[in-house]
């Protein structure tokens, strides 16, 4: 190849990563910053649902677009079918759940500790392959597993040590990654009933998300908090909030890029430095101090899921191509499903980081 071209590629590459590392690092603050800032709206679900309208927004309008400039834009069709919604149904109530509990983990904790709170994605991942679709795991990725789990363990009780632990925001965070899990599950089943289209399910999730957050709302008692919060009619407040669902719908389509211009291995590399860096900015934004074990406890769970994916990336490698498809990849493609939004076949993988 020659030089150019390859310099060409290479800053493509860069380019892409470092698009997506902004953005996901960038959606997290704009959540943290609506579920908990000075200006906080205390009513998590209604941030969420107005989240997933802006997605459904910017469904129509790609598919407007699409049809504008055939040749440059492709985007199915959007027809509202009332049987493909209720096919949908089981996935949408677990993706309503997770984006719940990811939000209220994100509320109750502090961006620093977000990573490691959430990190037993990997471990339920393993523990529904296996109880659900009945596939075993080899003895290496039980490992990295075991090595996730002591790291979550250590970073629970060094949160304690420094003063900011939240025994909510932990549950919150272990029930996010158990719904992680089972979405990532759930995706693959009902995939078929869109003809294996990722924005087509992108859409209908949401349009079934917007309807099941309503009774929600009334439930949990967020309408009259809403109908008084005093910021209602501030333009800087809907601003952030549409932000922020441009941004979560922006999350999938630049996780799926990445894993296009390089490979799902990388991405998850990628996403584990992402990680990182995302923690050290928030212990510098919000000028936290931290013990000296806390920082080795995130350093285990990145190594261990790092690890994972490596073991899974040589497993996959090794089988017959016909094997290589559907049940796991969906799930082991992405370290952090509920990041992905389901956006691009791969982009499973960022929804976690969507409100």
Known sequence: MPEASLNSRLTHIFCVVAVYWFVSISLVFINKSLLSGSTKLEAPLFVT???????VGACYLLRFLARTAPDRISFPTLALDVNILKQVLPLSVVFVGMITFNNLCLKNVGISFYYVGRSLTTVFNVLLTYFIL??????????CCAVILAGFFMGVDQEDVSGSFSL?????????SLFVALFSIYTKKVLPVVDGNIW????YNNVN??????PLMVIFGEIPIITSFEHLMDMSFWSMMTLG????????????LQIKVTSPLTHNISGTSKAAVQTVLATYWFSEVKPFWWWVSNMVVLLGSGAYARVRQIEMSTKPA????SKVDIQDHSKDDSELGVRDKTPLIDQQEKV
């Open 134 to 143: 009945g596939q075993k795991t080899s003895l290496a990725a039980i490992v």
């Open 322 to 325: 016909a094997k290589t498809t």
């Open 245 to 256: 669902g441009i941004f979560g719908f922006a999350i999938g389509y630049v996780t799926g």
């Open 49 to 55: 649902c107005y989240q997933c309208v802006v997605t």
């Open 209 to 214: 998300a917007c309807v099941l957050f309503l």
């Open 200 to 203: 087509s399910l992108t859409f």
């Open 168 to 176: 909510s925001g932990t549950i919150y965070g272990v029930m996010a």
